[in-house]
């Protein structure tokens, strides 16, 4: 009788992880389709091309991240800094060392079919517009943002978005694109900035305009 028991519930827990499969598989047939519909391409063959390239990858990624959490990598430190790994930095460990093929499949997919601009909305939905977001956060951070500096700064960001779409969530794409905001930063502060005093200025000024406002009510 026991022995029925944990087939019935081995059974049921296969049941229920099948279901749970399909229902994600679902969820990212909806969000592929979504995406290319965004694109309003005009064009059946097209759009389902995108569609397919993009849930393909979605899955991908799905499963690896599933398939290799931060303990399949040792804990040990950061050559950089020398501080311990945290799990997050395990976890981008384990995800970077997906194959490459999976990347460029999708990036060579989508130029076949897109132009370059249709491409970066794509990549844009993967990262929730995180380029235009933190390029605006340091136009009003850095005001006086030279154009050459502009230039610069998409430059690491765009870099970022096309890296972090190979990851599963939100706080891992945030955590590859601090890779590139810190790259930006040392880029500000070669060239004459102080991006250290830039940024308390900013909070500083912030801090100020709601005091000010709290006040006026």
Known sequence: MQR?????????????????????????????????????????????????????????????????????????????????????????????????????????GLRKDLTEDQVNAIL???????????????KAIVPDLTPQEEAVLLTNLQQAREQAIDYKNAKQISAIFEIYKTKCEQYLNANGRNWHALFKAYVDAQKAKKAAAKQAQ
Request: charged share 15%; net charge neutral; glycine share 6%.
């Open 124 to 138: 844009d939905k993967y990262t929730i517009g995180k380029v235009a977001f933190t390029l605006n956060g340091y």
């Open 4 to 108: 029925i028991s944990i087939v019935l519930l081995l059974f049921l827990g296969t049941l229920a992880a099948g279901a749970q499969t399909t229902a994600a598989d679902s969820s990212i047939q909806k969000k592929a389709a979504s995406w290319a519909a965004s694109l309003q391409l005009n064009d059946p063959g097209k759009e389902a091309r995108v569609t397919a390239l993009i849930a393909t990858h979605l899955t991908v990624v799905r499963d690896w991240n599933n398939d290799h959490p931060y303990t399949t990598v040792p804990a040990g430190i950061d050559p950089s800094t020398g501080k311990p790994l945290s799990n997050m930095d395990r976890q981008i460990i384990a995800i970077s060392a997906m194959p490459r093929t999976t990347h460029d499949s999708l990036m060579t």
